[in-house]
């Protein structure tokens, strides 16, 4: 018994003719003939009288008619469920994204690049960057988004797609350094700078850069990310060296209600992101075009704020 003796079958049972069953499968008369004789062979009954020309069910042929339109009903489900998976219209997706684009910058990428007729499951984790690489590395997630920071095993479980751009210095419209048309690092000597917490790759990155100028680097607030030092800088507490994510998202939201400027370095302070992608975690058609489609909106914006963007790959 096969799916096409079942197909066969169904039709006959619902036109009650041969004729007309071989009109609505396009196949000829004969073919059904042998189709519902090869049904009948492989399961040892008769499925219908012969009256002359009609064919009148058996009783057994009532509860097969029901067994094989549900069998072909499922069968019609997977079907369009797997060539909705093949076009990346549906299935499950789930994404680790670092504080600050996770805020507003990624779930607009993603509404505005998701179908409304797209039918899938998503998971969108705000976590901190080391959280992201713990989470690609055990392969939790079909990929990730955070900062990049070169890798503490010797062979990551997880591959490393980096995207880097110049920071901007974010200062007070009334600022001194706000009207310039870049800055160097010699000009926020004696300013109070805003900060990451912890150990971030940006903080050993101006750390050397303020040794290498031969100025003190001056901070007394950090955060875990750089939006919630908005509203510190809208009302002159401090500067900061943000990343361009950040003021692509403060351009877009207004947080500081127009009261911050984004002056870009002479020498360039360069910021490094990283989209993770699990080394064994298979990755969906649906998870590749999300993934591919993140990356192009991420140059195009970091492209439009002048950031001067840059690929590149680490294992």
């Not at 049972?13 to 519902?36: D, F, H, W």
């Not at 797209?118 to 901190?128: C, G, K, N």
């Not at 959280?131 to 392969?139: G, M, T, V």
């Not at 370095?265 to 969906?284: G, K």
Request: proline fraction near 6%; charged fraction near 20%.
């Amino acid at each position: 018994m096969n799916l096409t003796q079942l197909t066969v079958f169904k039709e006959v049972m619902e036109t009650g003719s041969i004729s007309q069953a071989a009109k609505q499968l396009g196949r000829t008369q004969p073919a059904i003939s042998l189709a519902i004789r090869n049904l009948e062979q492989a399961l040892g009954l008769p499925l219908f009288e012969r009256r002359g020309r009609r064919l009148v069910p058996v009783p057994e042929a009532q509860y097969l008619l029901a067994e094989a339109t549900s069998i072909l009903d499922r069968t019609a489900t997977v079907t369009q469920t797997m060539q909705s998976l093949r076009a990346a219209q549906s299935g499950a997706l789930n994404i680790a994204v670092m504080p600050g684009p996770s805020a507003y910058i990624f779930p607009k990428f993603i509404s505005e690049n998701v179908e409304k007729h797209t039918r899938f499951q998503m998971t969108l984790a705000s976590r901190s960057s080391p959280q992201i690489r713990e989470l690609a590395s055990s392969q939790s997630i079909d990929f990730g988004f955070a900062d990049f920071d070169t890798p503490k095993e010797a062979e990551p479980r997880y591959l490393s797609e980096i995207v880097s751009a110049d920071c901007f210095c974010a200062v007070h419209r009334d600022h001194a350094l706000a009207g310039q048309s870049g800055i160097k690092i010699e000009d926020l000597a004696g300013q109070d700078v805003g900060m990451l917490g912890g150990d971030h790759p940006l903080n050993r990155r101006l750390s050397l850069a303020f040794q290498g100028a031969g100025v003190g680097l001056s901070s007394y607030i950090s955060s875990q990310f750089f939006l919630p030092l908005m509203p510190f800088i809208a009302l002159g507490h401090c500067v900061a060296v943000v990343d361009p994510l950040t003021a692509v998202t403060e351009q877009e939201l207004g947080i500081s209600g127009g009261q911050i400027v984004f002056v870009p370095f002479q020498a360039p302070v360069r910021y490094e992101y990283a989209i993770l992608t699990p080394t064994f975690r298979p990755a969906s058609q649906l998870a590749t075009r999300i993934r591919t489609r993140w990356k192009e909106t991420l140059l195009d914006m970091l492209n439009d704020m002048n950031a001067r963007p840059a690929l590149g790959a680490a294992a």
